[in-house]
C-alpha cells in the first residue's frame, strides 16, 4: 500500500514525462504497483 505523498509523487512525476520504469527505480515501487494507481 502506498502512503498519499507517495501517491501524489508517482502522480508528479508521470505528468513530468518520467516513464513507469524511472518512476519505479526512484521511488522504489514494484512497476506494477506504480501502474496500478496511476490507472486509478
Known amino acids: 500500500m502506498i502512503r ?3 501517491f501524489f509523487m ?3 512525476l508521470r505528468s513530468k514525462g518520467w516513464t513507469i520504469r524511472a ?4 521511488t522504489g ?3 506494477k504497483t506504480i501502474r496500478k ?3 486509478t
Open 23 to 26: 518512476i519505479s527505480d526512484e
Open 4 to 6: 498519499s505523498e507517495g
Open 37 to 39: 494507481y496511476l490507472n
Open 29 to 31: 515501487y514494484n512497476h
Open 10 to 12: 508517482i502522480r508528479e
